[in-house]
Nanobody, 123 residues
């Protein structure tokens, strides 16, 4: 399964962006991870199609919303109230099998990865 992410860009702090990711085939769930300059990759948000379960990192909870269309193999990340610390390369990931709930935020649950899309938030 190949993933294609889009929607990154530059925005001022407090602004919004919407990321999209389209998968070439079916998945059990999809997620977003990000990597800031000089830092390790971190989990952002995920969704499991069966049951519609979602998970968010504490740093984005209440500001970001993950949603998607399982039939279209597409996931979105609506990012509001953006902060400078949200700057980074955002990666879309897909799980071939349905991830277990306790591992929705674990990158090892996801075997398919797209190219990153850059988000830059200026203060």
């Amino acid at each position: 399964v190949q993933l294609q992410a889009s929607g990154g860009g530059s925005v001022q702090a407090g602004g919004s962006l919407r990321l999209s990711c389209a998968a070439s085939g079916s998945t059990g769930g999809m997620a977003w991870f990000r990597q800031a300059p000089g830092k390790e990759q971190e989990f952002v948000a995920s969704i499991r199609w069966s049951g519609g379960n979602t998970r968010y990192s504490d740093s984005v909870k209440g500001r970001f919303t993950i949603s998607g269309n399982n039939a279209k193999n597409t996931v979105y990340l609506q990012m509001n109230s953006l902060k400078s610390e949200d700057t980074g390369l955002y990666y879309c990931a897909g799980a071939i099998n349905r991830p277990i709930l306790s591992a929705l935020g674990d990158r090892r649950s996801y075997s398919c990865w797209g190219q990153g899309t850059l988000v830059t938030v200026s203060s």
